[in-house]
T-cell receptor, first 117, second 113 residues
Framework: DAGVIQSPRHEVTEMGQEVTLRCKPISGHNSLFWYRQTMMRGLELLIYFNNNVPIDDSGMPEDRFSAKMPNASFSTLKIQPSEPRDSAVYFC???????????????FGPGTRLLVL | RKEVEQDPGPFNVPEGATVAFNCTYSNSASQSFFWYRQDCRKEPKLLMSVYSSGNEDGRFTAQLNRASQYISLLIRDSKLSDSATYLCVVKPHASGGSYIPTFGRGTSLIVHP
């Protein structure tokens, strides 16, 4: 299995530009998470999808951030317009959730390192 | 109070030492607990789940104390390769069909020769 795939791995852009991050979850997984990690704030959950439906987006910082999951094998996180404070590592993670009540393992992608100048 | 709290460290220990980390959580409804390991500039990876009765995986032992609402990770005979950040993860029970995991900020471990 290829694991969770994210692209691009690095992104440098100028303030005001649109940034699109992409994620391909592990095949068969039905839950997908977008996280942001910084030294100051640690790992923050931005949004969580289950069966392609956004379940909790309370972590999305503001309207500049949007996420979509058009199908089970693809998700995007878009920042428009980007700002320097958006600089961080953005991780996508996927897992298989069932109703057994047993916590499932999250598998993380390698992350996208975003620098907004 | 933060939902999940960890001592950021760093814990600086010599090879062969035994080191332990704790992680406290505030949600008493939490049902699933995990330790993840994150190497520098890498993604977090599952180290081990934490079961109610405690569990061991080689040099690593995880324990859960529900009464005091904390989990612990013990590493025996530390290796240089154990140097990393250890993140604890807490999840409530999935009674509603969906639930959100909460990550701690992580504890940094540095093992030196």
């Amino acid at each position: 299995d290829a694991g969770v795939i994210q692209s691009p791995r690095h992104e440098v852009t100028e303030m005001g530009q649109e940034v699109t991050l992409r994620c391909k979850p592990i095949s068969g997984h039905n839950s997908l998470f977008w996280y942001r990690q910084t030294m100051m704030r640690g790992l923050e959950l931005l949004i969580y999808f289950n069966n392609n439906v956004p379940i909790d987006d309370s972590g999305m910082p503001e309207d500049r951030f949007s996420a979509k999951m058009p199908n089970a094998s693809f998700s995007t996180l878009k920042i428009q317009p980007s700002e320097p404070r958006d600089s961080a590592v953005y991780f996508c993670a996927s897992s298989f959730f069932d109703f057994s009540g047993i916590g499932e393992t999250q598998y993380f992608g390698p992350g996208t390192r975003l620098l907004v100048l | 109070r933060k939902e999940v709290e960890q001592d950021p460290g760093p814990f600086n220990v010599p090879e062969g030492a035994t080191v332990a980390f704790n992680c406290t959580y505030s949600n008493s409804a939490s049902q699933s607990f995990f330790w993840y390991r994150q190497d520098c500039r890498k993604e977090p990876k599952l180290l081990m789940s934490v079961y109610s009765s405690g569990n061991e995986d080689g040099r690593f032992t995880a324990q859960l104390n529900r009464a005091s609402q904390y989990i612990s990770l013990l590493i025996r005979d530390s290796k240089l390769s154990d140097s990393a950040t250890y993140l604890c993860v807490v999840k409530p029970h999935a009674s509603g069909g969906s639930y959100i995991p909460t990550f701690g900020r992580g504890t940094s471990l540095i093992v030196h020769p």
